[in-house]
């Protein structure tokens, strides 16, 4: 009977991260999907009456060089910066998934050639490679997508490799083999499933990387473009500002810290309630 209620308290309270990152996530998500409804003013107004006002009742986080209100800049901005969460791990997270479960099933001449790639790529910083490409492409949210992309996906690949490698060595995939399954439903079937949970817990931690990404892309003048709202723009809008308007970078910078703080419990709520189940 004790066992009986250990586990439903187990499973009816999860950790207190997972709780804690999903309510400040529940909160930007709110503030992407419905900013309209929760910013107090128009993001690109501008009101020449109000030049860089500090905080105030009627502007909390202050305004501008234009008079535009930093909190609903900073609540637009939020729309903008999920997005990039999403659609610059979404991909990679896919399409590296299937690469690293087959290759690790497959092994061979295809494994070999993977090997070679990540030993070439992983002695270049991600973050020069991803500049490069972008600068090479043109700024812009469409083409950082590509360039993280195109080289994010193989990180996901060899987290994956890695676990269907060790899933691969069970008796369970042993059995399947002699029951005459084919390759793919040992693979996606059997040794998918049960060799995903890492890779689902680091695209958590993943996202709260992507979002740091776009503001750096942002703040250096590759990411989202003027007069768009998103974080790193708004802190490069107010670097020349920072001794007399210093809250122009600053709550952006909050916000940033809060959004991958949220992504971060997350990720490591998920990982405990796995641990677990385990």
Same mark, same amino acid.
């Not at 996906?153 to 083999?177: P, T």
């Not at 005459?180 to 049960?194: A, K, S």
């Given at each position: 009977? *004790?066992?009986?209620?250990?586990?439903?308290?187990? &499973?009816?309270?999860?950790?207190?991260?997972?709780?804690?990152?999903? /309510?400040?996530?529940?909160?930007?998500?709110?503030?992407?999907?419905?900013?309209?409804?929760?910013? +107090?003013?128009?993001?690109?107004?501008?009101?020449?009456?109000?030049?860089?006002?500090? +905080?105030?009742?009627?502007?909390?986080?202050?305004?501008?060089?234009?008079?535009?209100?930093?909190?609903?800049?900073?609540?637009?901005?939020?729309? !903008?910066?999920?997005?990039?969460?999403? &659609? /610059?791990?979404?991909?990679?997270?896919?399409?590296?998934?299937?690469?690293?479960?087959?290759?690790?099933?497959?092994?061979?001449?295809?494994?070999?050639? &993977?090997?070679?790639?990540?030993?070439?790529?992983?002695?270049?910083? &991600?973050?020069?490679?991803?500049?490069?490409?972008?600068?090479?492409?043109?700024?812009?949210?469409?083409?950082?997508?590509?360039?993280?992309?195109?080289?994010?996906?193989?990180?996901?690949?060899?987290?994956?490799?890695?676990? !269907?490698?060790?899933?691969?060595?069970?008796?369970? $995939?042993? /059995?399947?083999? !002699?029951?005459?399954?084919?390759?793919?439903?040992?693979?996606?079937?059997?040794?998918?499933?049960?060799? !995903?949970?890492?890779?689902?817990?680091?695209?958590?931690?993943?996202?709260?990387?992507?979002? =740091?990404?776009?503001? *750096?892309?942002?703040? =250096?003048?590759?990411?989202?473009? +003027?007069?768009?709202?998103?974080?790193?723009?708004?802190?490069?809008?107010?670097?020349?500002?920072?001794?007399?308007?210093?809250?122009? *970078?600053?709550?952006?910078?909050? /916000?940033?810290?809060?959004?991958?703080?949220?992504?971060?419990?997350?990720?490591?709520?998920? $990982?405990?309630?796995?641990?677990?189940?385990?």
């Amino acid at each position: 009977m *004790s066992a009986t209620i250990a586990a439903r308290r187990r &499973f009816v309270l999860p950790p207190w991260s997972l709780l804690g990152g999903a /309510a400040i996530l529940l909160v930007l998500l709110a503030c992407a999907v419905v900013p309209e409804y929760i910013a +107090p003013y128009s993001p690109t107004n501008f009101d020449f009456r109000s030049l860089l006002q500090p +905080p105030t009742l009627a502007h909390p986080f202050g305004t501008d060089n234009f008079g535009r209100d930093i909190l609903s800049r900073t609540i637009w901005a939020s729309s !903008v910066d999920l997005q990039i969460a999403i &659609f /610059a791990t979404l991909f990679p997270a896919i399409f590296g998934t299937l690469v690293g479960s087959v290759l690790g099933y497959v092994g061979g001449w295809p494994d070999a050639i &993977f090997r070679r790639i990540v030993d070439v790529l992983i002695t270049i910083p &991600f973050l020069v490679l991803v500049i490069v490409i972008v600068a090479v492409l043109g700024p812009g949210l469409g083409n950082m997508y590509i360039a993280v992309s195109a080289v994010n996906w193989i990180i996901y690949a060899r987290l994956m490799r890695g676990e !269907v490698l060790a899933q691969a060595s069970r008796d369970y $995939a042993a /059995a399947g083999r !002699v029951m005459g399954y084919g390759p793919i439903r040992i693979i996606f079937r059997h040794l998918l499933p049960n060799a !995903v949970a890492p890779v689902l817990v680091y695209w958590m931690t993943d996202m709260a990387l992507e979002i =740091l990404l776009g503001s *750096s892309l942002g703040y =250096l003048g590759l990411g989202a473009q +003027p007069p768009t709202a998103e974080w790193g723009v708004l802190i490069a809008d107010g670097k020349n500002f920072m001794t007399t308007a210093w809250w122009m *970078s600053i709550f952006p910078g909050i /916000a940033i810290v809060l959004a991958g703080t949220g992504f971060s419990l997350l990720g490591d709520g998920l $990982a405990s309630m796995l641990r677990r189940g385990r």
